[in-house]
């Protein structure tokens, strides 16, 4: 599988809501985790909605309204400190603008309140990968696995990140054996089981030019 095809990988802010399936555009080179757990579009912000948001208006600026709620959700923040989902939301909206120092200072803040959430934890995880803070997101996406055995989400998220940014086969392997035995196993496994192994042989064939 080429670098510039699209192949599933996972996401999902999601607090109050089931996380999403995603379809992940290569983004510099690399997949890109998106927290919104929807498909990415070309030249536009992709994702599922919060429940407190609204769709862009048609025929004006569609950033308005997400600039608007974005000040809302740091009022309410601001007036309860301890309100998480305000927190998410902000998080959320920063990462699918690209805006990932943004996305992390407030993933940070939801996690501070919740520390124990493993959709926050993967989620956060997702965003520090963007920052290319790699080994930290793996830590993150371990600790969401601890909180919950079942969070399939996390594992799924450790192959990426071992496999496709650090080349760290062992922990992929070790963390796609752990996916084999759920049942039912993610829908997207099966992709994600081919995007590897050929990455692996591009990387073996690569290594060996060298």
Do not use: C
């Not at 080429?2 to 983004?27: C, H, M, R, S, T």
């Not at 429940?51 to 862009?56: D, H, M």
């Amino acid at each position: 599988m080429k670098k510039e095809q699209f192949f599933f990988l996972l996401g999902g802010f999601a607090f109050g809501i089931l996380v999403g399936f995603a379809v992940f555009k290569v983004y510099a080179d690399r997949p890109m985790l998106d927290p919104s757990g929807a498909q990415q579009v070309a030249n536009a912000p992709a994702g599922s909605r919060s429940p407190t948001q609204q769709a862009p208006q048609g025929g004006g600026d569609g950033g308005a309204p997400m600039v608007a709620e974005i000040n809302e959700l740091k009022r309410k923040l601001e007036a309860n400190p301890q309100d998480v989902a305000a927190a998410t939301d902000l998080a959320r909206m920063y990462f699918r603008v690209g805006m990932m120092e943004q996305s992390l200072e407030f993933s940070e803040i939801a996690l501070g309140i919740t520390p124990d959430d493993p959709n926050l934890l993967t989620d956060t995880g997702n965003v520090l990968r963007e920052l290319g803070r790699h080994v930290e997101a793996l830590e993150h996406f371990r600790a969401a696995n601890e909180a919950d055995p079942t969070h399939w989400q996390s594992i799924f998220n450790t192959v990426v990140v071992a496999a496709f940014d650090l080349q760290q086969f062992d922990l992929a392997d070790a963390a796609m054996a752990r996916l084999d035995g759920f049942d039912p196993p993610p829908a997207q496994l099966p992709q994600l089981k081919q995007a590897l192994e050929e990455f692996r042989v591009e990387h073996t064939a690569d290594a060996g030019t060298q």
